[in-house]
């Protein structure tokens, strides 16, 4: 938790690429993924109100220079 208030988790998935070099799925298993790229999700979700609330947030991370 977050200031007691937000609870943030962060999920790393393996990309799957198709022939043509396009992503086309994920996984979380390394077995048939691009070894330089990751999908990254981060969800943060809080109470309000008596209900639970989040926003999730969605992006790629690459190793461009092969290092």
Same mark, same amino acid.
């Given at each position: 938790?977050v200031?007691?208030?937000?609870? @943030?988790?962060? @999920?790393?998935? %393996?990309?799957?690429? !198709? %022939?043509?070099?396009?992503?086309?799925? /994920?996984?979380?298993?390394? #077995?048939g *993924?691009?070894?330089? *790229? @990751?999908?990254? @999700?981060? *969800?943060?979700?809080?109470?309000? !109100? %008596?209900?639970?609330?989040? /926003? *999730? #947030? /969605? /992006?790629?991370?690459? !190793?461009?220079? %092969?290092?």
């Amino acid at each position: 938790l977050v200031d007691n208030i937000f609870d @943030r988790r962060v @999920r790393f998935e %393996g990309v799957i690429r !198709n %022939g043509a070099e396009d992503i086309v799925g /994920t996984s979380c298993s390394s #077995m048939g *993924t691009d070894p330089d *790229t @990751r999908l990254v @999700r981060v *969800t943060v979700s809080w109470q309000d !109100n %008596g209900a639970t609330s989040s /926003t *999730t #947030m /969605t /992006t790629y991370f690459a !190793n461009l220079f %092969g290092n």
